[in-house]
Structure formats: structure tokens, C-alpha cells
């Protein structure tokens, strides 16, 4: 119904305009729906820039987008869990630091799976699961438990 | 809703029988380029439901069988089991192919139709096209999305 | 044939005039995210002649003047040159871009046509279309390209 | 010509077995032309893997497959240099540390230039470009180098 629609909108955009400060610093972030009303725009201001077309912003400014839009989706209506496969590979470090605090925190009420070869990713998460193929060409696995 | 473990045998390169558990908090999964992590990630929407060859990264299903290796010579069935517990109850998914193209799936080790485990599975967060998936290098695509489809994935929200 | 310097002024986020001098060996490019890496690479591809937009991330040509930030109004000018010496000879390559769309090129300081920055780096490996020019999300296609656009590659190496 | 193409293609093959196992210990890969002598076939085996379609390969396994086939390339004719914009992103930290050795060693003809945010590659360069925004949304140098 179009009522639970814009409620829902609501929720995720409040949460956007929440999460996209966070992982831009002195940055915002906000959805509008479009003129038509039939579909959700995307507007973000990284910090001290204008307000541009997606296609200018650099490779890690839209992975950084992408998830603060998950993160509002999530918060939203948590998802028991979420899997991600190499996402901070766009990421300087100090980008990564401050998305893997929200992943922590996240966490308290959501599996995070998050496949990855960063050295800041694996020592900030609780388990690690180690894959080999001793055997060639057969994946082998071994759990590492951290904290 | 939790995820408790994950189990192959014989789904792509995990030959020999697998199980993954699902630890609270943040787990990560590492190793060498090409040992099989993305493959676990295929497993897990395989095993919810997943058709489409393109995104399991095969040209036809039956790819996803263990297809041999130097010390190995392939085999004829690829198994997935997906264990959740809901309410306490404990939640069983299983999907099986065979070499002949044979595709069957399992609740709670009971055969069903694809359309029981969608059905388990919808509003749960937990399914084919969960948002909450991002699969290597498809970061950048919920930031590129059309408004329209922006929409729909948050209409899938409520 | 090497390269020597670049010089970026007005080019996307590179407000200030910029100039970039090429050492031998290993050269890396580092900094936080949007900070202007893959603008640079931009910049090479932009000045050597390159006529799509998609490439180079813009919707048309003079979105790749510098279109103002907090501190700062929009410029109505972009230049790029780009200086090499070939068997001891210093040549530069100018391309300059205004707000109303002109669009110009210079071979030592004298107004060209693309052509002739085109025959210029024709056979010398450095050109728009050059394989070892890598850009950010693209290291899969030489991997992935189709039999005849590998033979057509394996053909200009000759 | 035809001979010409011949000459080049059997050129850049032998270069391509030799570099292939280089970035896939233990493995190997070959080029060949198709049966219609239209276009270039590539094959590759992993170590102790079957040799099967592209697709099924891992992100990294493609990467490598590239930079083979580019530093075949750049071997039958070198270029004055090369540029790569975070080729290291998918990579596990050994075969970056074998990409690098090789890229130190095509260094020594040709400038290479690569953007990355891994540490690993940073300290394996010669020289480091800074590249900060200080001033909001305006890009800024600095040169580090390191020799
Ligand atoms: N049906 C199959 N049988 C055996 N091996 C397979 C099969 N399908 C895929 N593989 C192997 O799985 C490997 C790819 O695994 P995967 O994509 O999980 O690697 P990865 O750990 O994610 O690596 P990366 O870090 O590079 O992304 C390939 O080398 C491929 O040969
Ligand atoms: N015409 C322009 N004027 C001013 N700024 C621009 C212009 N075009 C692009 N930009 C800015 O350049 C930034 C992107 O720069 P670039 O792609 O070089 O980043 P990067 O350093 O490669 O980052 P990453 O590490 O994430 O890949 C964007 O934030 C964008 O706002
Ligand atoms: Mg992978
Ligand atoms: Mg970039």
C-alpha cells in the first residue's frame, strides 16, 4: 500500500541521513522520490564537494554509498544475516576503520560474513575461517577463533 | 531468524564433505586467490533457490559439480545443506543436483518443491535476491541503481 | 620514448595547477578515496585524445572541468599537457577544453588537429586506446576479451 | 600480413607460458589460435586445477590471467610504460609480492605507475606520489620519494 510505502521510506531515509555522515566524514546523504512519485533518487555530498552525478564520484565513493544505503536497509529491517565478498577492496584505510566499527556494531544483531584478504578487516573481526587447497584443486577448511 | 551451519559435498571445488558454522558477531574467510571462498557464497544462494547461471559464475547448472583435479576425478551429485534455527526450531535446507540434471530440494530432509523453500524463506531477509548479499564485485550496484529499482528494494523492506 | 612530466590545470578536482614529474622504476600513486587518483589516469587518457565519455566518467566533455566545491567557483577552462622526449627531442601534447565545448590540441605550444596527436603516438605504445593503460574495475578484460579482439590486440603489438 | 601476425602471435605465446607460471605457481597457460585462424584462444590450468572456462574462475585467478597476458605483450614490444589503477585490489598478498618482483623487473624498461591503497605494493616502489584534498574538494600533491 502506498501509506506502508512512505513509511517505510521514511525509516530508511532517516537512517541514510544517519549512516552516509558516518562513512563520509562532515559528508551528507539523503533519498527523495522523484517527480513522478514512481521511483527513489540518490543524492550524496561528499565533504566540501558539490553535489554531483554518480558516474564522477571515484571507485571507493560508491562502494562507501552502497553501503550506507545497506546499512539503512538493514537497520530498517535487519536481515538475520549479511554476506559480503571482498567489499573493502575499494577502501583506504581509514574508510575501512570506520565501516568495520559500524559492521561491530551491527553485529550485535546480525551475522557478518565478510570474505576478504585486508589485514585491518581480519583482526577486527571475532572468528576467522582459514580456506587452503592442500589438495589441489579441493577446498579445505579450518576455523580460527580470536576473542 | 539465525543461521547455525553450512554444509558441501561435492559443490564446486569443495569435494569433500564441508561444514561451516556460524558464529555470533563478525567472522571473516580467507586464503589464496582461487581456494574457494566465493564458492561458499554461490552455495548459499544456490541453495535458496538460485536459476540464473550467470550470477553461480556457470554456463549450465550441473557446472556447479565438483568437475575433477589432478588427484580427483569429478563426480556425479553436488549437495548443499543450509541449517537455520527459527523461534528455536531448528530449519533444514538442501538442494541436490545430480550429473543428469536431476534437481531436488529438501526441508527438513523431506522433498519439496522450489516453491516451499521460497515460500520458508520469503520476508525472512534470508533469499535469493537478499540485499544483503554483495557477491565480489557487484559493490557498487546498489549505489547504481535506477530510481525504479531503488524503490522496489525498499518496498521489499516493509 | 618516455615520458616526463604531466601538468593538469583545471581538470576535474585538480583546481590548482598541478605537475606530476615521471621517475624511473616504480612509481605509486597513493591517497584516500576521492581524492583525485583515478582522475590523473583520467587526465593521461583525456590529453592523448579520448572521445568517449564513459570512459573517462563524465556525461559530457566539460563536466571534466573543474565544476566548483565548497571553497570554490566553477573555472570555465581545463588543460592537461603531457611532456615526453623522444631520442633526446622534448615534445608536449596539449589538449584544452572551455566552458562553452571548444575543444583544442597542441603539439609544441602550435595548434593541431586530434589526428595529429593521433599520428604522433601512433606505434609508440602510448595512445588512448594503449593495453597497458589499466583503468580502476577494468583489470578483468584482458582476461575476459573474445578470440578476435585478443588477435586484433596481439596484431597492434607488431 | 599474415607472416607478420605469425611471428608476433608465436612471440607474445612464448611469452605467455613463461609468465603465466611465474603468477600461477605450478600452473600453466598457453595461447592458440581457433580452429577458423579468426581469433586467439587463451587456456589456462591453475596448479593442480582442470583447465575449464573463465567464468568459473575467482576474481584473483582472472587478475592474474590479465597481467599475464599484458606483461606478454609488453615484452614482445615494450611499451614506454604502463598504468594500473589498483590492479592489487583482488589479489592475496603472495601473488602481489610476485607481481611486484616482475614489475620491478619490467621497470627497468618501462615507467611503471601504479595507484593502489596496499601497503604491500607502496613499499615496494621507488617512488610515492601523495595525493591529499587539504583545501575541500581540490586535489593536492606531495612526492615522497623513496629509493
Ligand atoms: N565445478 C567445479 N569443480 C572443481 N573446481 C571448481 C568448480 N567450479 C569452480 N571451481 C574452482 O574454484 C575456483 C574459484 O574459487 P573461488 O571463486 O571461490 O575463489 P576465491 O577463494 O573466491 O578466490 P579470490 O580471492 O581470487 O576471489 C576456481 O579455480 C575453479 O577452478
Ligand atoms: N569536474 C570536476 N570538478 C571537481 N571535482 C570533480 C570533477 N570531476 C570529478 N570530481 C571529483 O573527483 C572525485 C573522484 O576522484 P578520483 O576518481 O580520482 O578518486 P580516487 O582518488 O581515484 O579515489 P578511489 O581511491 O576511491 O578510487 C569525486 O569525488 C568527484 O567529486
Ligand atoms: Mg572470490
Ligand atoms: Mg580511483
Known amino acids: ?147 | 531468524m539465525k543461521l547455525s551451519s553450512l554444509e558441501l559435498f561435492g559443490f564446486k571445488s569443495f569435494y569433500n564433505r564441508t561444514v561451516f558454522r556460524f558464529s555470533d558477531g563478525v567472522t571473516t574467510l580467507v586464503g589464496p586467490n582461487g581456494c574457494g571462498k566465493s564458492n561458499i557464497v554461490d552455495a548459499i544462494v544456490w541453495v535458496l533457490g538460485e536459476r540464473g547461471t550467470k550470477s553461480l559464475r556457470v554456463k549450465e547448472m550441473g557446472d556447479v559439480i565438483f568437475h575433477g583435479s589432478n588427484g580427483r576425478k569429478p563426480v556425479n551429485l553436488a549437495e548443499v545443506t543450509l541449517s537455520l534455527t527459527d523461534d528455536g526450531q531448528d530449519i533444514s535446507i538442501k538442494r541436490r543436483i545430480y550429473r543428469d540434471g536431476i534437481n531436488e530440494y529438501y526441508i527438513n530432509g523431506e522433498i519439496v518443491r522450489l516453491k516451499d523453500v521460497q515460500d520458508l524463506t520469503m520476508g525472512t531477509g534470508i533469499g535469493v535476491n537478499s540485499y544483503a548479499i554483495i557477491e565480489q564485485g557487484n559493490i557498487e550496484y546498489l549505489a547504481q541503481m535506477k530510481p525504479v529499482e531503488r524503490r522496489t528494494v525498499i518496498e521489499e523492506t516493509s
Not at chain 1, 1 to 21: C, G, H, I, M
Open chain 1, 1 to 147: 500500500s502506498k501509506e506502508l510505502f512512505l513509511e517505510t521510506f521514511s525509516r530508511v531515509n532517516d537512517a541514510f541521513q544517519r549512516f552516509a555522515p558516518m562513512l563520509f566524514k562532515g559528508g551528507k546523504g539523503m533519498l527523495a522520490l522523484d517527480a513522478e512519485g514512481q521511483g527513489v533518487e540518490l543524492y550524496i555530498q561528499p565533504p566540501g564537494k558539490k553535489v554531483v552525478r554518480m558516474e564522477l564520484l571515484s571507485g571507493g565513493e560508491k562502494a562507501l554509498i552502497s553501503l550506507s544505503f545497506l546499512l539503512s536497509l538493514m537497520e530498517t529491517k535487519p536481515s538475520p544475516f549479511t554476506l559480503m565478498d571482498e567489499i573493502d577492496a575499494p577502501l583506504d584505510d581509514a574508510n575501512l576503520v570506520s565501516l568495520l566499527k559500524i559492521m561491530q556494531e551491527i553485529s550485535k544483531q546480525t551475522q557478518v560474513v565478510l570474505i576478504t584478504h585486508n589485514r585491518i578487516t581480519m583482526e577486527s573481526s571475532n572468528t576467522i575461517y582459514g580456506i587452503t587447497m592442500e589438495e589441489e584443486g579441493i577446498s579445505k577448511t579450518i576455523a580460527i577463533k580470536l576473542a
